[in-house]
């Protein structure tokens, strides 16, 4: 009686390259640009804000794009806050004459 063992054969399978995402980074510097074109909004910078801040947590090879969205929409939410103060600011100011 002879027994054979199982010849097993070692896998030799190459390691599966993973392929980075830049959907975030790619999203932040879009919606960046977005704002600065489409108008005042407040909303648009806080998404494009968000984004970018995930992106540079996750995605490594999309970095410059989600600087460049970061610094993108942080501009337009500054510009949409001082134009949001100067039009109260100035709302109060014309509003003694608004009754004359």
Known sequence: MTTTSPSYA???SAPTAVAESRGLGIASFVIGLVSLFAGYTFVVPIVGLVLGIMALRRETASR????????LSGLMLVATVIAGLGAVVFGLAM???AFL
Do not use: M, N, S
């Not at 410059?64 to 610094?71: E, R, S």
């Open 10 to 12: 070692p896998e030799t």
């Open 64 to 71: 410059t794009f989600a600087i460049w969205g970061i610094v």
């Open 95 to 97: 509003l003694p004459f």
